[in-house]
């Protein structure tokens, strides 16, 4: 069975902190994705990567990097948190191929910024 | 610009009736689409997609979908609700602005169904 593993269900952080979200996947897939999901607004992209050391931005990268050392490892930072990053974030894989496979989603992190 | 749109934030059905979760999309050139299921406190999980070909997809625990180019739509669809149908549902298109291998996915904002015994 596919499995994209995210590190924690649920994380409280203080304002000005460093966050680390760690994403593992065991399928051997070469795409990776953080969205983070927000109510009446959807999934937005926020990073993604194609190839190990490879990323890039999505639509909401302000106040994110990503780390991609690793083909199964993608990790999303929060430099300093901040409450307005008080979300659920989402990571997905996917195969690379033509466009038309699906991703695989991980259980998401609830991350609450105080 | 690329876009989906779900219309409706909510849609209620009661058990054992069809059910139909509205979708449409816009993309430049032949779109790619996905429906995704999530339950309470879970990641998404995958239910269908159209590439190409017959304009009726059929998908996982008995869901299809019915793509009409024409209405640029993609709405899902259930001869029969169940209560544990029950969940959020989004539709995704993949964005054509990023070619090749990397299908980075476009969402609509999501659709709660809520079936009722």
């Known amino acids: 069975d596919v499995k994209v593993t995210q590190s924690s269900r649920y994380l409280v952080k203080r304002t000005g902190e460093k966050v680390f979200l760690e994403c593992v996947q065991d399928?051997?897939?070469?795409?990776m994705f953080w969205y983070r999901q927000d109510p009446g607004l959807g999934l937005r992209l926020i990073y993604f990567?194609?190839?190990?050391?490879?990323?890039e931005k999505g639509d909401i990268p302000e106040g994110y990097s990503v780390s991609r050392e690793k083909k199964e490892r993608f990790s999303l930072i929060l430099e300093s948190a901040s409450t307005n990053q008080t979300s659920m974030y989402l990571c997905?894989?996917?195969?690379?191929?033509?466009?038309?496979?699906?991703?695989?989603f991980g259980q998401g992190t609830r991350l609450t910024v105080v | 610009a690329q876009s989906v749109a779900q219309p409706e934030d909510q849609v209620n059905v009661a058990e054992g009736n069809p059910l139909t979760v509205k979708c449409t999309y816009s993309?430049?050139?032949?779109?790619?689409l996905f429906w995704y299921v999530q339950y309470p406190n879970r990641g998404l999980q995958f239910l269908l997609k159209?590439?190409?070909?017959?304009?009726l997809v059929k998908g996982s625990y008995g869901f299809e979908a019915e793509f009409n180019k024409s209405q640029t739509s993609f709405h899902l669809k259930k001869p029969s609700a169940l209560v544990s149908d029950s969940a959020l549902y989004f539709c995704a298109v993949r964005d054509p602005n990023y070619g090749g291998a990397t299908n980075k996915l476009i969402f609509g904002t999501g659709t709660l169904l809520a079936v009722q015994p």
């Open positions: 997905a894989s996917s195969v690379s191929g033509t466009g038309w496979t699906e991703a695989f």
């Open positions: 399928m051997d897939h070469e795409n």
């Open positions: 159209y590439i190409t070909g017959d304009n």
């Open positions: 993309v430049s050139g032949n779109p790619y």
């Open positions: 990567s194609y190839d190990v050391k490879m990323k």
